[in-house]
């Protein structure tokens, strides 16, 4: 299904892809399986084979290149991520600072906002965060962070403690 102004316009070969709005998942040529609704949505995206991306919400994955499995929903959420998989971001600007991170969780508005992998060797992987501003101080190399609520109270448990106690800030 395609509607929009230049929705999909460089498809030639993928299948089974649906593309909503103007410049939906207007950069891909031969990805399956993807869905974009809102404009921009998935605008970048360029996979070969099966995908598996979800992006609804005004730029909602719109730098999104080559990442794969990835759930997005909310307007610019996951709009930085370029190379990222498996991630869930669910909010307006979930997850919209991060490139390269993977199989991160962020759900509420401007959940992990500001987390970035920056580099093949830094990690941002497996971070969850629940809530309105939650773990909008996470940033680069967190690997294994969960945050209940926001940076002013809340639960936060970085990985690190062999007992797996959580902290209060």
Known sequence: VILGGL??????DGEMNVAIGNEALSGE???DKNVAVGASALKSLNTS?????TAVGTFAGTAL???????IIGGEAGDALT??????AVGVQALSGDDNGS???????????VANATGSTSNNFYNVAFGFGAGITTTASSDGTITIANT???ISWDGSTANGIATFK
Do not use: Q, S, W, Y
């Not at 929705?7 to 030639?12: F, M, W």
């Not at 290149?65 to 759930?71: F, H, I, M």
């Not at 190379?83 to 869930?88: D, K, S, T, Y």
């Not at 199989?103 to 906002?113: D, F, I, P, S, Y």
């Open 65 to 71: 290149t080559t990442g794969t499995e990835n759930t």
């Open 49 to 53: 084979g099966p995908a598996f991306n």
């Open 83 to 88: 190379v990222g998989n498996g991630n869930v």
């Open 7 to 12: 929705a999909a316009d460089a498809i030639t």
């Open 152 to 154: 002013v109270g809340g």
């Open 103 to 113: 199989r991160n969780t962020a759900v509420g508005t401007t959940a992990l906002k």
């Open 29 to 31: 040529t031969g990805g």
